[in-house]
């Protein structure tokens, strides 16, 4: 118990590993928050131009723009919880 | 050609007499041509999409003496969306860039998945010049090139870029001029 005090938990938490996966996980949490608006911009966008020119196989096309919506929020998920 | 019976060449991107609708159609319009850029244009985006793919392949002999599995399974996973994404946009961009070519008017719509979007109408009527200009080693190898619509005035020239079959398509355009004008 002598060992547990101050410089010891701070060099624990500031060790370069730790660092190194605290820069990672941030990182990787930004990014695909980012990616994720990205494509929820995207969707809204193909939505709102399947209006303007209507075609009976444009239906596949949010179908596949929305799916990427849910598989990028399961790599927010993922880097939130996992990594 | 003929304009009257429904044919689509080159994965949709010349299609005649297609089932498409827009939202200003009226009500006695009907379409006759479709067109948007021909197909070849999508091969270098796809190849660098490919060139992605393999770059990432070879990253992760790298990967593995750095970083653990659960890193090295993020970076691969979020590495394939991008590049989907990649392709995605790519295809996204060459589908909705469409040129509607009605019995009354142009239509000209730019799209651009995150920028912007922009539609622009023509009247027939108020055509003044088509010009059909195709150059360069893969536009006469696979026949494609850029139609130049000119109209009158301070109105917006209408430009469709790397459509196939410009040619046609000018001829197709000059045959509904004349009809308009001589029907006024």
């Not at chain 1, 005090?5 to 941030?26: D, P, Q, V």
């Not at chain 2, 200003?24 to 660098?48: C, D, K, W, Y």
């Not at chain 2, 108020?126 to 009158?152: C, M, P, R, W």
Request: some cysteine.
């Amino acid at each position: 118990m002598d060992n547990v005090n101050l410089t010891t938990i701070l060099s624990t938490y500031f060790s370069g590993a730790y660092l190194i996966h605290f820069f990672n996980k941030a990182f990787s949490i930004t990014s695909t928050m980012v990616f994720l608006v990205y494509v929820i911009v995207i969707h809204k966008q193909i939505e709102e131009v399947t209006k303007t020119i209507a075609n009976k196989k444009q239906s596949i096309l949010v179908f596949i723009s929305f799916t990427q919506i849910f598989v990028v929020l399961c790599l927010v998920l993922f880097a939130l919880f996992y990594l | 050609m003929d304009t009257t019976k429904s044919s689509h060449k080159f994965f949709h991107s010349f299609c005649i007499r297609p089932n498409t609708r827009f939202q200003s159609q009226g009500e006695n319009e009907f379409v006759i041509v479709m067109f948007r850029a021909h197909p070849i244009t999508l091969l270098f985006p796809f190849l660098n999409g490919f060139v992605f793919f393999i770059f990432l392949l070879l990253a992760n002999f790298y990967f593995i003496l750095y970083l653990n599995k659960k890193e090295i399974l993020f970076i691969n996973f979020f590495s394939l969306v991008l590049i989907f994404n990649y392709f995605w946009y790519n295809l996204i961009n060459w589908f909705f860039n469409v040129g509607i070519v009605t019995n009354d008017q142009i239509v000209d719509v730019d799209f651009n998945v995150t920028l912007y979007k922009e539609v622009s109408y023509t009247q027939i009527s108020h055509i003044e010049d088509v010009t059909a200009k195709s150059g360069g080693y893969f536009a006469t190898l696979f026949d494609f090139g850029n139609l130049f619509i000119q109209t009158a005035g301070t109105e917006i020239n209408t430009e469709f870029l790397n459509i196939p079959h410009p040619s046609e398509a000018a001829k197709i355009i000059n045959q509904l001029i004349e009809k308009t004008h001589t029907h006024g």
